[in-house]
């Protein structure tokens, strides 16, 4: 399970590129495929975009000398495939120059119709360099530059296509932020001394002692030009009318519930949420939806810490670290032999045996997608003789993918979608497994308008599924 994206902008700050480098660095849980980094140095835009991990791609020559500017913007990406040279073409922000004006957009979510609107653009005779969206956005902004001022061609923009978006812009000197009408990701806006700063979390405005102001509003377009809030200009978005017409009944927003269960870290607030109370509070709720007899409670790391400690302090069962990962390990190394295959699990995650052996274990995790690292673990719990395995799950079966840029499996890969919790317990060689309810859920959080349609199929956007 992967979230597509991270983003960040910094205004008319010395240390831009320096700064944009640490605010995609505290977001690098939101994409390790690729990143990069444009600044606007006055004259002309300056870019450095590569797959890979963002301490592996900038050096301090990139951020003193290269990347010279005060403007800048940046993006983590999270993408399909191998970090290879056709990978490179797809990391962004993506940069383009027309008549004068230099464009760089970074994106974060999905658009959905985006395979009709590339085909309508290259009958046009527009050629495509890559398959990211930030790239379409940048053709459909450009296409109605000559006919109208950026801000109009920007909500031109947003009024042809359908999906989940929030963007940032760097258009020359000026910074923009925009979020879809419902709002399904995250965009936030902060202050650094003077300077006006944008991130998908607030983790990034904590390690950069940046002040936190507001939210990017939903179906808002943020135009910044200036220090002062009278600078800062806020147009709405022209929503496309086949997505307003998907459903007539969606009131509100729809933001992306999975943010608070699993992507966003737990030191951010997103949705006027602090993330780790959410989690700490599922595990809460879990503890009274399903008690069981056990010995202790324990997390799955990294994921399953914050709702395990509501669990346990619930419960009144002992909390224990019974699995210790290992920090020091990357996203690739050396690939196991066929006889094997569960050592991609355990290079990361080692139980201690002696917390283990004889005892009735509550293990406690965001979710169950496919099964398969959740029955390798348990199979490793059993061998270490584990007594009784129970197992709680801080949000409902997951039995709808995602279109909204969740890199969730195929509905048949989901194995919620095809077998019942007796069956899913069963064959994850479970004595128990308790999902949270839907009420559970949004009883543990205190902002409301979320998009569930991955637990209840309830699409509030047109996905042409």
């Given at each position: ?10 205004y008319?700050?010395?240390d831009a ?8 660095y ?12 444009v600044t ?5 835009m ?8 963002v301490h592996?791609?900038f050096?301090?020559?990139?951020l ?19 970090s ?14 027309r008549n004068?004006?230099q ?6 979510g ?6 009709q609107?590339?085909?309508e653009?290259?009958?046009?005779g ?15 902004i450009?296409?109605?530059l000559d006919?109208m001022g ?8 947003c ?13 020359n000197?000026?910074?923009?932020a925009l ?5 399904v990701?995250?965009?936030c ?5 003077n ?12 390690l ?6 507001r939210f ?41 519930i ?6 966003a870290r737990?030191?951010s607030?997103?949705?006027n949420q ?8 599922m ?6 939806e399903?008690?069981?007899e ?9 994921s399953?810490v ?7 302090q619930?419960s ?20 196991p032999t066929?006889d094997?295959r ?6 990361k ?7 283990i ?5 509550v293990?406690?995790?965001d979710s169950i997608?496919?099964g ?19 197992c709680?799950?801080?949000c409902?079966?997951?039995r ?5 840029g969740v890199?969730?499996a195929?509905?048949g890969?989901l ?6 919790k ?6 994850l ?6 999902h949270?309810?839907?009420e ?5 959080v205190?902002?409301?308008g979320?998009?569930l349609?991955?637990?209840?199929g ?5 996905t042409?599924a």
């Amino acid at each position: 399970m992967k979230e597509h994206c991270g983003l960040f902008g910094i205004y008319k700050h010395a240390d831009a590129a320096r700064l944009t480098y640490f605010g995609l660095y505290a977001q690098q849980h939101r994409g390790q495929e690729g990143a990069g980094i444009v600044t606007w140095d006055g004259s002309k835009m300056r870019d450095k975009v590569s797959p890979g991990l963002v301490h592996d791609i900038f050096n301090e020559q990139d951020l003193s000398t290269k990347l010279v500017g005060d403007t800048a913007i940046g993006h983590v990406r999270y993408g399909s495939g191998p970090s290879s040279a056709a990978a490179a073409r797809e990391s962004e922000p993506f940069l383009v120059r027309r008549n004068g004006l230099q464009l760089a957009i970074a994106h974060n979510g999905a658009i959905l119709n985006g395979r009709q609107l590339r085909k309508e653009l290259e009958n046009q005779g527009a050629i495509f360099y890559s398959s990211t969206d930030s790239e379409l956005f940048a053709h459909l902004i450009v296409r109605n530059l000559d006919k109208m001022g950026l801000e109009e061609s920007i909500r031109a923009a947003c009024a042809k296509v359908i999906g989940a978006y929030s963007i940032v812009i760097l258009a020359n000197d000026v910074l923009i932020a925009l979020r879809d009408p419902l709002g399904v990701r995250p965009l936030c806006l902060g202050k650094l001394g003077n300077s006006p700063v944008i991130a998908s979390e607030t983790c990034a405005f904590d390690l950069l002692e940046a002040e936190f102001i507001r939210f990017v509003r939903p179906g808002e377009i943020l135009v910044i030009k200036g220090f002062e809030e009278s600078c800062m200009q806020s147009y709405p978005i022209m929503q496309n009318p086949s997505a307003q017409a998907c459903n007539p009944d969606w009131q509100g927003t729809a933001h992306c519930i999975f943010e608070l269960v699993y992507f966003a870290r737990p030191d951010s607030t997103i949705f006027n949420q602090n993330v780790y109370m959410a989690r700490k509070n599922m595990g809460i709720a879990l503890a009274k939806e399903a008690p069981v007899e056990a010995d202790l409670v324990m997390p799955f790391p990294d994921s399953g810490v914050y709702c395990a400690v509501g669990y346990a302090q619930a419960s009144g069962l002992p909390y224990e670290h019974a699995l210790i990962r290992n920090h020091y390990v990357g996203r690739t190394f050396i690939q196991p032999t066929q006889d094997m295959r569960d050592f991609s699990v355990r290079v990361k995650l080692n139980p201690v045996q002696n917390v283990i052996k004889g005892k009735r274990i509550v293990i406690v995790d965001d979710s169950i997608v496919r099964g398969t690292t959740m029955r390798i673990r348990v199979k490793k719990l059993r061998e270490l003789g584990a007594k009784e395995i129970h197992c709680r799950i801080s949000c409902p079966p997951v039995r709808h993918p995602c279109f909204y840029g969740v890199d969730f499996a195929s509905r048949g890969e989901l194995i919620a979608s095809k077998y019942s919790k007796e069956e899913v317990a069963k064959s994850l060689g479970l004595d128990s497994l308790h999902h949270l309810s839907l009420e559970g859920m949004l009883s543990s959080v205190v902002s409301s308008g979320f998009c569930l349609a991955c637990f209840d199929g309830k699409y509030p956007i047109p996905t042409g599924a």
